[in-house]
């Protein structure tokens, strides 16, 4: 029988991540990563996908890839895909696909309807309320702030805002001014914000816990704690620098990305967490979506918690794909076949499966496009850096220099000629590269990281320096 070919769909280090995860898998003969990036081929096996010399990217081009190439399974990343009904094309085509249809990724595309899904359920999850128009919205905030001194308030845009449409506010001035921002025009998140949602803020430890249904049953996968935050709490200096630079009123506010860095598997996660996580969090959710809208949840599930000191879990956002950079950190654990488990889950077998994780601790830090140092060759003006405005285009130097045992997972790269005409690799995004080290120990991994990544340079590069740090 000849080898299995997986098309994985993905620009950034999950993608990577998940390729190198199918490359493992004896049955699988050629992962193609579309669109992919620098580093989708550094792996065994891994190839970028490519037709008539260029990337597929539309889910048309996409469709025709897997067709042309006879593509055996593909398995999707991103939730812009999924949203775009990514599943529900291709398996009209009769493609074998990985990941929810259209109609489940509401649960990722609208934090205000999943909110009320999920209070429906009684799934726990923190006081919150949505809202439509500024004025009612700004009304509850000051209530809620005067109600609650000193304990802030989380303001949400309610559709996709590539992970940042997110702002935990620490005052009724910022909570008003957030308010505005979102919704009154020219609006930060565009059409995202047309709706918020307006939280209390819990206090806890966040713990992102992901979770595979194939439809029929859910079975947990493993943990991450992904810091999300730009910079660490001591950090109080360039947050303000990067607050001023990127024209924000609230200097001190530290913004949120798509994640900096993190680590698997998560220290407070033991059996008894996992069991109240999934009996009173994940079974109902898949169940009570599939009872209220009639459409089968097939795929990962991510559900972003807050564990409280008491351990009880609260849910802040689903997610309806695997994280970055969590999946950099959780599946270089998983030790199961990765293509005989995707195929479990489409064929409504997961249950034979079982998966099997490594003890090691993985993790991972985020080399991000951060403010670059003049004099630019463009002369430019000065950008903050991610999450904010930020060059790319930089070079990238020291890869080589990395021990054999690291995983360097691209995130945002593309090769390219430098100015005296050699081949290099460039960087083509805010998050760039997420370094991956494996340990026995949570220290152990880090220390490795941290070594590491001391290695790798490009204009702008930063990275924070407390991954891992408090659990070690
Ligand atoms: P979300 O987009 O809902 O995942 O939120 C992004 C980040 O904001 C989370 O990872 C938390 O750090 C923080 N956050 C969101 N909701 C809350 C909340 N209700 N209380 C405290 N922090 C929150
Ligand atoms: N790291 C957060 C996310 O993938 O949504």
């Known amino acids: 029988m000849s080898g299995k070919r997986v098309l994985v769909v993905d620009a950034g280090g999950r993608g990577n991540a998940i390729a190198h995860a199918f490359a493992r898998s004896e049955a699988v003969e050629t992962v193609y990563v579309a669109p ?55 398996q009209e085509e009769g493609q074998r696909i990985l990941g929810p249809h259209r109609e489940a990724a509401i649960l990722e595309n609208s934090k205000c309807t999943t909110k009320d899904l999920l209070k429906g359920l009684r799934v726990p999850v923190p006081l919150c309320r949505n809202f439509d128009d500024a004025d009612s919205a700004k009304e509850y905030a000051m209530h809620h702030c005067s109600e609650n001194p000193g304990k802030g308030l989380v303001i949400k845009a309610d559709g996709l805002a590539a992970g940042k449409g997110t702002v935990v506010c620490a005052t009724t001035e910022e909570a008003l ?127 972003g918690l807050m564990i409280s000191e008491e351990k009880e879990p609260s849910v802040l956002e689903i997610n309806v794909r695997l994280g970055d950079p969590e999946t950099e950190v959780i599946l270089p654990r998983l030790e199961t076949d990765f293509y005989q488990l995707s195929e479990a889950v489409l064929d409504g077998e997961l249950d034979s499966v079982p ?26 003006p000065e950008r903050p850096g991610y999450p904010g405005e930020h060059y790319t285009n930089m070079p990238i130097s020291g890869l080589d220099k990395v021990d054999p045992d690291i995983l360097v997972y691209h995130n945002g790269t593309a090769k390219g000629d430098d100015s005296a005409g050699k081949r290099r690799l460039f960087t083509t995004g805010g998050r760039v590269l997420t370094l991956v080290a494996r340990g026995k120990s949570l220290s152990e991994a880090r220390v490795k990281a941290y070594d590491n990544i001391k290695r790798i340079h490009f204009n702008g590069m930063r990275y924070r320096k407390d991954i891992g740090l408090g659990y070690v």
Not at 240 to 269: E, Q, V
Request: charged fraction near 25%.
């Open 36 to 90: 992919g990036n620098a580093g989708s081929e550094m792996m065994k096996k891994c190839r970028l996908a490519t037709m008539q010399g260029t990337a597929p990217k539309t889910i048309s081009e996409l469709l025709a890839f897997a067709k042309l190439v006879k593509i055996d399974l593909t398995f999707v990343g991103p939730e812009g895909y999924l949203s775009d009904g990514i599943v529900n094309i291709f």
């Open 177 to 303: 001014s957030t308010i505005d921002r979102i919704m009154v025009s020219p609006r930060l998140f565009g059409k995202a914000g047309e709706r918020i949602e307006i939280e209390e803020r819990l206090q806890g430890r966040e713990l992102m816990f992901f979770a595979l249904s194939d439809g029929r049953t859910v079975q947990p996968m493993q943990s991450a704690l992904d810091y999300k935050q730009a910079y660490a709490s001591d950090e109080a200096v360039a947050v303000r620098l990067f607050n001023k630079n990127a024209g924000n009123p609230y200097l001190d506010n530290n913004p949120n990305t798509g994640g900096m860095g993190g680590f698997s598997p998560h220290p407070w996660l033991d059996e008894e967490l996992t069991d109240k996580i999934m009996n009173r969090i994940a079974i109902p959710t898949v169940r009570g979506f599939k009872e209220s809208t009639g459409h089968e949840y097939k795929g990962v599930i991510y559900f």
């Open 355 to 380: 998966m099997q994780w490594s003890r090691d601790v993985c993790l991972g830090i985020c080399a991000i496009s951060g403010r670059a140092i003049k004099p630019l060759a463009s002369g430019g």
